[in-house]
């Protein structure tokens, strides 16, 4: 060992063995970083991982041990043999991918120690391959032990360093491995100068120039930290590159790609955080939850693209109202979710006006205005719930309570009332499974001519009789399928079996399906009535489909524009609850009404209500002077018959003439006749004009 120190202090420029060590090292922990991760990837990455390494390996080995050359001072003049001098570059490269590769490879437990083997072999075959084109004007003798020590120094250590590399079998294995590659690589080189020895022959010093060999040193060092330095740059940019990406992947996890607010995954571990922070300090957390109101009409009536834009700008808003201790979510779709930090009840009031100011503002798109709002529920933690599962059970239940009450867009939790908005909730989920379950079934009413006491056709109606509580009304189950996006479902199956089943009857009276207005807002409703008639073979004079006022005012000109797609068809479209809400003689000035259906509420009070009667008595009026039939709905007795026959009305429905029944029901009394009947020969029967319509429907739909 002092033989060597003294080689290395006596025969060495200290210098550039500094400057050696300096190129080792940083090559060692380049090669150690740049192996690890070809060692982590797989097919052409690792292939190309693998290059690098043994190309900084190669490079850093070689350079360490020819700049150790240069500082060496043999006492002769020195040259260099330049083929054999590349040749010791090539096995330094060649021989460091083979044994890297060997000690990815997982073939054994031992593979990264006999890689590194390898490595170290390849260093002392380098090593030695170099000292041959070492040139020096002397007789070279070797010391045999030193040399046999260099090789097994050289070997020994390459197998640790890799061992340790590859295992990580303690903290800070890193840094131990390196160094061991350092001594790898250092041992073997001075170990083997040491059993270097020339006896010198008298020529001339000029042979070599010392000051030139140094400089030369100096030039290949900085050559081998600009090789080793791209290695290196080459897995720093792949890190960063995969850090980026990484942090890409987690905010895409983690929040909206819409919006760009936080999802359901970070705002349930937002929650939970809030949760474990209040229980911890004796805290509340508020839960707020917020459903847009109306934004499913702005996607029917305005395009998706519209709703979206809309979505974005109610998001920038809340985002930009928080303070700190709040947070809000997108949950998907038109759910939102925020966490309010309860300090006091003062702060949790001004956090909820400033979402329901957000949330109200008028939204200017292009040419016209949107005018958003929202339902709001609010849970507080511990007080409504011990739990997250509860706590965000009970926001909904508070927010669905806000939902139906259109006097109020906050509502707090509270037991008593909100079990009534569970239990709703409940009868929407078994309304969904019926729907599917096929559970529902259609009735048919009669409407007779007041004349002639002749049948004119028959309204469907949809009827849902629950398993464990019997006879739902439709003014129950209606509403909720609306709420619940079931309605489209609902409808298509209702205008389907209506028209299938009117199809078969004989006589072939009329059949009279509502239209909710979520239906009527439909883009593809003139093209679903034409699918209908087509599929059933329901002649489109014998379809009448009725509509409420309310469902026009929304945008009355795509009304009057699906109406006459309709109408094209052939089908009959009437006016139904007229007398109500908006009625107005523009409405059938404007509209192509086939029918008037006078509502319910004036037959109650018919007998009673002069106001009522005189009503009566101006709408059928109206109807005669518009040339428009006029159906009276609700008649329950015979003096609201007689009075309607006295006042000319055409048409009349209601308990008293036949109750709702199912169509077996109907047959069974000798009311209609089952036929069956090919479904195109209806359409096959069409005249000219009315297959014109067709095709114009089927074009514009």
């Known amino acids: 060992?002092?033989?060597?120190?003294?080689?290395?202090?006596?025969?060495?420029?200290?210098?550039?063995?500094?400057?050696?060590?300096?190129v080792c090292a940083t090559g060692s922990w380049a090669i150690l970083r740049l192996f690890d991760r070809a060692a982590s990837t797989a097919g052409l990455q690792r292939v190309g991982w693998h290059f690098l390494t043994a190309v900084a390996a190669g490079s850093s080995i070689w350079c360490t041990h020819f700049i150790a050359m240069l500082a060496y001072d043999p006492g002769v003049p020195v040259g260099f043999d330049p083929v054999l001098t590349v040749?010791?570059?090539?096995?330094?490269?060649?021989?460091?991918?083979?044994?890297?590769?060997?000690?990815?490879?997982?073939?054994t437990r031992l593979a990264p120690a006999v890689g590194g083997g390898i490595v170290g072999l390849a260093i002392v075959t380098m090593h030695y391959t170099g000292m041959m084109a070492y040139r020096v004007q002397g007789i070279v003798s070797w010391n045999m032990a030193y040399l046999s020590a260099s090789i097994i120094l050289s070997v020994a250590f390459s197998a640790v360093a890799l061992h340790i590399a590859m295992r990580q079998i303690f903290r800070g294995h890193k840094y131990v491995a390196t160094g061991v590659l350092v001594i790898a690589i250092v041992s073997l080189h001075f170990t083997g100068i040491t059993a270097f020895r020339v006896s010198p022959m008298l020529i001339d010093g000029s042979f070599s120039n010392p000051a030139a060999l140094q400089a030369l040193a100096l030039a290949i060092a900085g050559v081998a930290l600009v090789i080793v330095g791209t290695g290196l740059s080459s897995y720093l940019i792949d890190d960063d590159v995969r850090a980026d990406s990484y942090e890409r992947l987690r905010h895409m996890a983690l929040n909206d790609s819409l919006t760009g607010l936080p999802n359901?995954?970070?705002?349930?571990?937002?929650?939970d955080q809030e949760i474990a922070l209040a229980r911890g300090a004796g805290g509340k957390v508020a839960l707020i939850g917020i459903d847009l109101d109306r934004f499913k009409e702005i996607n029917d009536l305005r395009g998706h693209?519209?709703?979206?834009?809309?979505?974005?700008?109610?998001?920038?808003?809340?985002?930009?109202?928080?303070?700190?201790?709040?947070?809000?979510?997108?949950?998907?779709?038109?759910?939102?979710?925020?966490?309010?930090?309860?300090r006091n009840q003062a702060d949790l009031l001004d956090f909820l006006s400033r979402l329901e100011a957000a949330l109200t503002?008028?939204?200017?798109?292009?040419?016209?205005?949107v005018i958003p709002g929202a339902s709001i529920g609010v849970a507080i933690y511990p007080d409504n719930a011990d739990s997250t599962e509860v706590l965000i059970s009970n926001a909904d239940l508070a927010m669905y309570r806000a939902k139906a009450d259109i006097t109020r867009e906050v509502c707090f939790y509270e037991r008593s009332m909100d079990e009534t908005v569970?239990?709703?909730?409940?009868?929407?989920?078994?309304?969904?499974?019926?729907?599917?379950?096929?559970?529902?079934?259609?009735?048919?009413?009669?409407?007779?001519?007041?004349?002639?006491?002749?049948?004119?056709?028959?309204?469907?109606?949809?009827r849902w009789e629950h398993p464990q509580h019997g006879f739902i009304p439709p003014s129950e189950f209606i509403p909720l399928a609306e709420e619940n996006g079931l309605i489209l479902q609902m409808g298509e199956w209702v205008l389907r079996t209506a028209c299938a089943k009117a199809a078969t009857w004989e006589p072939q009276y009329k059949v009279a399906v509502n239209l909710s207005p979520v239906q009527f807002v439909h883009t593809d409703l003139s093209k679903l009535v034409l699918e209908v008639l087509i599929e059933t073979g329901l002649s489109p004079d014998r379809l009448e489909l009725e509509l409420t006022e309310s469902t026009i005012f929304t945008d009355k000109e795509r009304a009057l524009h699906m109406l006459r797609q309709i109408k094209a068809l052939g089908v009959s479209i009437a006016l139904d609850d007229f007398g109500t809400g908006y009625s107005s003689l523009d409405t059938l000035r404007a509209f192509p009404f086939d029918k008037i259906k006078l509502d319910r509420s004036f037959m109650s009070e018919i007998e009673s209500s002069p106001q009522a009667k005189a009503i009566i008595r101006a709408v059928l009026a109206l109807?005669?002077?518009?040339?428009?039939?006029?159906?009276?709905?609700?008649?329950?007795?015979?003096?609201?018959?007689?009075?309607?026959?006295?006042?000319?009305?055409?048409?009349?429905?209601?308990?008293?003439?036949?109750?709702?029944?199912?169509?077996?029901?109907?047959?069974?009394s000798g009311q209609i006749t089952l036929t069956t009947r090919e479904p195109l020969k209806m359409i096959a029967k069409m005249d000219n004009r009315e297959r014109l319509a067709l095709d114009l429907v089927a074009g514009s739909a």
């Open 305 to 342: 693209s519209v709703g979206d834009e809309v979505l974005r700008i109610l998001s920038r808003r809340m985002i930009n109202l928080l303070r700190e201790g709040e947070f809000v979510a997108r949950l998907g779709g038109d759910e939102f979710a925020a966490v309010h930090r309860l």
């Open 87 to 107: 040749v010791s570059l090539l096995i330094a490269m060649l021989g460091a991918l083979l044994g890297f590769l060997v000690a990815a490879s997982g073939l």
């Open 623 to 668: 109807g005669k002077s518009l040339e428009i039939p006029v159906l009276a709905e609700g008649i329950e007795t015979q003096d609201q018959l007689t009075l309607l026959t006295t006042e000319g009305c055409d048409e009349a429905q209601g308990f008293f003439l036949g109750r709702p029944a199912p169509l077996h029901r109907i047959v069974t």
């Open 264 to 271: 359901r995954a970070s705002f349930n571990e937002r929650l």
């Open 422 to 462: 569970r239990a709703r909730r409940n009868l929407a989920s078994e309304l969904r499974e019926a729907i599917e379950n096929n559970q529902l079934d259609v009735h048919y009413q009669v409407q007779t001519s007041i004349s002639t006491g002749e049948i004119r056709g028959y309204e469907a109606l949809l």
């Open 361 to 369: 503002k008028p939204i200017r798109l292009d040419d016209y205005e």
């Open 1 to 22: 060992m002092m033989t060597v120190l003294g080689c290395i202090t006596n025969n060495h420029n200290l210098w550039l063995v500094i400057v050696a060590a300096l």
